[in-house]
């Protein structure tokens, strides 16, 4: 009887384990590796103290305010004449004291280095979100591109098992040789084989994707089929380099560094130069029991306003050195800035032609495609009438197949190439992926295990 009972909620919970996965866009992926990558978070909050940082910066230039109080108790023994007397008396004070700098030609430095932080940070923000980005893309592509590897070798395996059944049954009629039937044997447990190792890569491309994203099984949406990529705009390689001179995240950076630097120049000659201040403090004093001087209780008060000027005059030649060493400093920063901008012209330029290349690539791709499926229809009916030989069908087989398989992976390269050109030259965004998002197929659900493949008759 409890056994029936049971049987619903087992039916239950075998239908909600049979249920498709919810397929997810880049967008969605991207938007949740946004809130659980622990790399761009690390980056977050390091923006967020780089922005506190600056703040600081500020104080150099507002007043300092100090609150001071005090109580004190004294026992004071007096020896007169051979005559001692004690006395015990107490002292209460507080005070408020405030500083204002005038002129202070290191503060006013630091508080432009303080300016410059929050430029730093923004720059340091828009470098990790633009590398989420790709890795977002990146792995969100590996995975369909293990996906399309999967899937075609098992087609293949498919059309190699009807081979390998055809061989058999010529070789049952007389009308072939047992070395058919075996070298389709042999091709059959080869693509097995390549079927285990891609079922393998698949698993690991996609833990690498919910890692990345922080979700258990992820899904992504496949290509539309025959879409087509978008156009690489501007034409001109030349634009992407200039962009990527004026906007590059990197060169920001060493741009900003070389301005701080010389900032620093600034405060170490600042220590030759003197330094104005508005001073202010009001002390208020109560001895109860008298002083030292006095037997009567006693208040006081005293306000002080005025300026304190200081001249510096000599330092041990500190300031000296202190100043050839940010003299050299700065020459860094500025070989620092040379070396970005060569760096990140360069990367566009390769990253330009890759992209170049790729598209190149998927045009031949689709051709060969085209010719490999008419050189297998010419081989398998050129084996029915017997001029072609059983190898000759499976090596056409072989070809179209791996065809298939390096154009889904030449198409990938060129989305994820395009996202690394605007990398490259530091114009990625994340509304770039719109279009990228655009070209996905619309499905609602994915499959949650790959189909199994044919096995020989």
Do not use: C
């Not at 075996?182 to 491309?205: G, S, W």
């Not at 403090?281 to 300026?307: C, E, L, M």
């Not at 990140?344 to 170049?356: E, P």
């Amino acid at each position: 009887m409890k056994t029936y009972r049971l049987l619903p909620l087992t039916l239950a919970i075998g239908a909600a384990l049979a249920l498709p996965v919810r397929a997810q866009s880049l967008l969605e992926l991207y938007d949740a590796a946004r809130g659980h990558d622990a790399a761009y978070q690390s980056a977050k909050s390091q923006y967020e103290a780089n922005l506190a940082k600056a703040d600081q910066a500020k104080a150099a230039l507002l007043p300092t305010v100090n609150l001071t109080a005090g109580a004190s108790t004294t026992q004071l023994r007096t020896e007169t004449g051979g005559t001692t007397t004690d006395r015990n008396f107490d002292n209460q004070n507080v005070g408020i004291s405030a500083t204002q700098p005038l002129y202070r030609a290191a503060n006013y430095a630091s508080y432009q280095q303080g300016t410059r932080q929050t430029e730093l940070a923004e720059a340091q923000l828009l470098a990790a979100e633009q590398d989420l980005i790709v890795r977002v893309s990146q792995a969100y592509f590996d995975v369909l591109a293990s996906q399309d590897s999967l899937t075609f070798v098992q087609a293949q395996k498919t059309a190699v098992a009807e081979q390998l059944a055809s061989a058999r049954r010529n070789f049952e009629v007389g009308t072939a040789t047992i070395t058919d039937t075996r070298e389709a044997q042999a091709r059959f447990d080869l693509v097995t084989a390549q079927e285990i190792a891609a079922d393998n890569d698949l698993r690991v491309k996609k833990l690498a994707l919910n890692q990345l994203v922080g979700k258990a099984d992820t899904a992504p949406h496949p290509l539309v089929p025959a879409s087509g990529l978008p156009a690489l705009l501007p034409e001109d390689i030349n634009t992407w380099v200039q962009q990527g001179q004026d906007q590059h995240p990197a060169i920001r950076q060493a741009r900003i560094a070389m301005e701080v630097a010389t900032l620093e120049t600034d405060k170490a000659k600042a220590g030759h130069k003197p330094t104005l201040d508005l001073t202010a403090s009001h002390v208020a004093n109560r001895n109860v029991g008298g002083s030292a001087t006095s037997i009567s209780d006693s208040r006081t008060q005293n306000t002080t306003v005025g300026v304190q000027f200081v001249l510096p005059l000599f330092a041990g030649f500190a300031t000296q050195n202190r100043l050839k060493e940010t003299l050299a400093l700065e020459d860094k920063a500025r070989s620092d800035l040379d070396a970005a901008q060569r760096n990140v012209a360069q990367g566009t330029r390769s990253a330009y032609f890759g992209v170049v290349s790729g598209l190149g690539q998927v045009k031949a791709l689709e051709a060969a495609e085209t010719s490999s499926q008419s050189a297998l229809d010419a081989n398998k009916l050129g084996y029915q009438v017997g001029v072609r030989i059983n190898i000759d069908v499976l090596n056409s087989q072989s070809q179209l197949y791996q065809t298939k398989r390096d154009l889904a992976k030449a198409r990938y390269d060129v989305l994820v190439g395009g996202l690394k050109l605007r990398q490259a030259n530091g114009t990625l965004k994340s509304d770039d992926l719109q279009g990228v998002n655009a070209l996905l197929a619309p499905a609602a659900t994915a499959p949650a295990t790959a189909a199994p493949a044919a096995q020989p008759r």
